[in-house]
C-alpha cells in the first residue's frame, strides 16, 4: 500500500536560533507493500494470521510456533518454519516477509568489537535511504549490543553529532528488533545456528552472544517512546529472543514524563545523560534541560523503582574540555547524586568535524575520576576498564581524528556495560 509522495518539509517546524530546540521528526515511515512479522508483538502476529484466514480457535498455538521461529530460531525464510504447516506457510510466504534491516556494511575489529551500518527505508522513493548503526561489543562474561531508536534525533544536544542532522525519523519496533535479528544472523546467535568465529562471550550452549542491549545509539529512545517499548518488550520474552530486563539498560537525555512510564511499562534499566551539574550549563550541552531541569530530573531518577545498590541507574558524564571537567564539577556531582543508588561513567568526548569541543586531557578525566572512586561510586572491578576507557582517550588525544566512527560507538557502549 504505497500512499501518494508527501512533502512534509515545513519550514514552520524547522528550529529556529536561540530558542528552545525540539525537531519535529519531518520524515514518517510508509510501511512496504509486504510488511515484515520481524519486530510484531503476540497480538499483532495472532492479527496477521488473521488475515491469512487462520481460524480463531488455532490462531494462539499458530502464534506460538511463529514466535517460536522468529525470536528463538532467527527463521529468515518461511519454508524453514518446519512445525507449521506448508499451507500456512504459504499463505504466509504470500503476504508477509521476514526481512530485516539490510546490512550495507560490517566492520569487524580484531578485539571482536562488530559494526553494522544498516539501510532503512527513506520516506520518498527519490531521497537517499537512511542509514543507522548497530555495534556489538563481546566481553568475557557478556556481548552488548547498542540499539538506534531514530534516524537522527529531535533534540540538539551541543556536543552530538546526531543532533546536527535534520532530518529525523522514527524507527519501527520492527527495525528496532531486526537491528537485534541482524546481530543475530551476523553472529550466528540463534538456536540452532553457527556460532561466528572469534566469539566466545559465552561459549556453545550456554546462552546467547548477544546478552545485553544498550539503548544508546542514534536518537532519544524515550521520544519514540511507544516504538520503544514495544520492541524491547519483545526482546525481554522469555519465550523468545529472551534477554532479562536487567539486562537493558535505556540511556535518555531526560525527557522527565517519560521516566516513570519507561519503569512502569518496559522496566528496564535507565541511564541518564547528565553531563553537567547546573543547570546554566547543562542548558547550553542538553538543550532539553530548559523543559526538564537538574531538579525535576533528579526527582524522576529518585522516584525510579525498584533502585537498589544491585539495580543503579548510570549517569553519563561526557568529559568536555575546560567545560565541565574541573574538580569541582566532579565534587558537586556527587553532592546531587546523594542518596540515588548510582553509578557513574565517564565518557571521553568523542570528536567530529567541526565541533567546538575538545575531549579533557588524560590527566583530568583521572584525577575526576579518583575524585568519583573515592566517593565510592566505582567498583574495584569495574576501575580497570574504566582506566582502559581512559587510557583510550588518552590515546585519542593525538589520534582522535583517526577513530573511526565503529571505535567511538565502542568506545561510548563500553562505558555502558557495566
Ligand atoms: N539520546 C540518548 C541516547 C543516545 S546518545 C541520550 O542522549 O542519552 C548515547 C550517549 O552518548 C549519551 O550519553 C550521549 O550524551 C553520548 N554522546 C553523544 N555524543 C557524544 C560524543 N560526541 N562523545 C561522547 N559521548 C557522546
Ligand atoms: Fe539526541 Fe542523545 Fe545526541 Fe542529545 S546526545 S542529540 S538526545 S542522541
Not at 41 to 59: C, D, F, H, I, K
Not at 175 to 189: K, P, S, T
Not at 205 to 228: D, H, K, Q, T
Not at 339 to 357: C, D, E, H, V
Request: glycine share 8%; hydrophobic share 40%.
Amino acid at each position: 500500500m504505497t500512499e501518494p509522495l508527501q512533502t512534509t518539509s515545513d519550514s514552520s517546524t524547522m528550529p529556529t536560533a536561540g530558542s528552545f530546540v525540539e525537531k519535529t521528526p519531518l520524515e514518517r515511515y510508509l510501511p512496504p507493500a509486504k510488511p515484515s512479522l520481524v519486530g510484531l508483538s503476540r497480538a499483532q502476529l495472532a492479527e496477521a494470521l488473521a488475515t491469512v484466514g487462520v481460524p480463531t480457535a488455532q490462531r494462539k498455538m499458530r502464534v506460538q510456533q511463529i514466535w517460536h521461529w522468529l525470536y528463538v530460531r532467527g527463521a529468515r525464510d518461511f519454508d524453514a518454519m518446519t512445525s507449521v504447516s506448508k499451507e500456512l506457510r504459504a499463505a504466509l510466504a504470500a503476504h508477509f516477509t521476514l526481512e530485516r534491516p539490510e546490512v550495507v556494511a560490517e566492520q569487524i575489529s580484531t578485539d571482536g568489537t562488530r559494526k553494522w551500518l544498516l539501510r532503512l527505508p527513506g520516506e520518498h522513493a527519490l531521497e537517499r535511504p537512511h542509514e543507522i548503526e548497530c555495534v556489538y561489543i563481546p566481553e568475557t562474561d557478556r556481548g552488548t549490543l547498542c540499539l538506534s531508536s531514530q534516524v537522527g534525533c529531535t533534540l540538539t544536544c551541543s556536543f552530538c553529532h546526531t543532533g546536527t542532522q535534520r532530518l529525523v525519523r522514527n524507527l519501527t519496533p520492527g527495525e528496532i528488533v531486526g537491528q537485534i535479528a541482524v546481530a543475530r544472523d551476523r553472529l550466528g546467535d540463534w538456536l540452532g545456528g553457527a556460532r561466528a568465529s572469534g566469539n566466545s562471550a559465552d561459549g556453545e550452549g550456554r546462552g546467547r552472544l548477544v546478552s545485553n542491549i544498550v539503548m544508546m545509539g542514534m536518537g532519544e529512545p524515550l521520544y519514540n517512546f511507544e516504538a520503544v517499548r514495544d520492541a524491547l518488550l519483545i526482546a525481554a520474552d522469555g519465550e523468545g529472543i529472551a534477554i532479562s530486563k536487567r539486562r537493558i539498560t535505556l540511556s535518555t537525555s531526560g525527557v522527565v514524563p517519560n521516566i516513570a512510564r519507561a519503569a512502569a511499562e518496559i522496566g528496564c534499566m535507565l541511564a541518564v545523560s547528565l553531563h553537567a551539574v547546573r543547570d546554566e550549563l547543562r542548558n547550553e550541552l542538553v538543550p532539553l534541560n530548559r523543559k526538564y531541569p537538574i531538579e525535576q530530573l533528579l526527582d524522576a531518577c529518585r522516584n525510579y523503582p525498584g533502585l537498589s545498590n544491585a539495580r543503579r541507574i548510570t549517569f553519563e558524564y561526557v568529559m568536555l574540555k575546560d567545560v565541565n571537567d574541573s574538580l569541582a564539577d566532579a565534587n558537586a556531582l556527587i553532592k546531587l547524586l546523594a542518596g540515588i543508588p548510582a553509578k557513574i561513567n565517564l565518557i571521553p568526548f568523542n570528536p567530529w568535524p567541526g565541533t567546538r569541543y575538545e575531549c579533557s586531557d588524560w590527566e583530568r578525566i583521572e584525577k575526576f575520576s579518583e575524585i568519583i572512586f573515592n566517593a565510592g561510586y566505582a567498583s574495584p572491578v569495574r576501575t580497570p576498564r574504566g582506566r582502559d576507557i581512559l587510557a583510550a582517550c588518552g590515546q585519542l588525544k593525538s589520534a582522535s581524528e583517526k577513530l573511526s566512527a565503529r571505535e567511538r560507538l565502542a568506545l561510548r557502549a563500553m562505558a555502558m556495560t557495566d
